[in-house]
């Protein structure tokens, strides 16, 4: 079955870097995008952007460029999702998700990660 | 970016009962809108996309209706499994941005 596992929980200090995986199974990790999406703490689900896992071409969403970065192993189907100089308004659960085929540009996420707790704290 | 506006962000029910959910748009999204379930320690599910179309495995006691900018998630007769968070998201244009969420407690 499609599985979507990240890592464990990151306890870091502000201006350090963190990097969150995401190791996906149960299909072809080239032939659908992996998106991410972080929910701070009590706060609703935010969009972050996607990678292209054909291309490894990746796009942020406004809030999340400069300091965030997706990358791949396509070897390893795994995805991750690196912050760098992290701030305290970084610290958030992150989940990585995969859409299915519903025949449109844009499909919603049918598989999601359990979520990676990030807690910055000096 | 299309602003997403869910009301209410809390609401409190009882087994048996029928809720909905509001999720208001700032810009026609079609009929592409997504519902999500959240809970404790599970995988945040799916529920119902393209705004009625129920995802494989989704009770039909959910059903979803609108487009253009209003759409509602109605539950009917609601079952404990129930309560959770729900997210409503919009899929017609990038970035598929999400509502704030409510809440759905029991009362």
């Known amino acids: 079955q499609i599985q979507l596992v990240q890592s464990g929980p990151e306890l870091k200090k502000p201006g350090e870097s963190v990097k969150i995986s995401c190791k996906a199974s149960g299909y072809t990790f080239t032939n659908y995008g992996m998106y991410w999406v972080k929910q701070a703490p009590g706060q609703g689900l935010q969009y972050m952007g996607w990678i292209n896992t054909e291309t490894g071409k990746p796009t942020y969403a406004d809030d999340f460029k400069g300091r965030f970065v997706f990358f791949l192993e396509t070897s390893a189907s795994t995805a991750y999702l690196q912050i760098n100089n992290l701030k305290n308004e970084d610290m958030a659960t992150y989940f990585c998700a995969r859409s299915f085929w519903c025949g449109l540009q844009w499909c919603p996420f049918a598989y999601w990660g359990q979520g990676t707790l990030v807690t910055v704290s000096s | 970016d299309v602003q997403m506006t869910q009301s209410p962000s809390n609401l409190a029910a009882s087994p048996g009962e029928s809720v909905s959910i509001n999720c208001k748009a700032s810009?026609?999204?079609?009929?592409?809108l997504a519902w999500y379930q959240q809970k404790p320690g599970k995988a945040n599910k799916l529920l119902i996309y393209?705004?009625?179309t129920l995802q494989s495995g989704t009770p039909s006691r959910f059903s979803g209706s609108g487009s253009g900018t209003d759409f509602t998630l109605t539950i009917r007769n609601l079952e404990p499994e129930d309560f959770g968070l729900y997210y409503c998201?919009?899929?017609?244009?990038?970035?598929?941005?999400f509502g704030a969420g409510t809440k759905l407690e029991l009362k």
């Open positions: 810009k026609s999204i079609s009929k592409y």
């Open positions: 393209s705004g009625s």
């Open positions: 998201q919009q899929h017609n244009e990038y970035p598929n941005t």
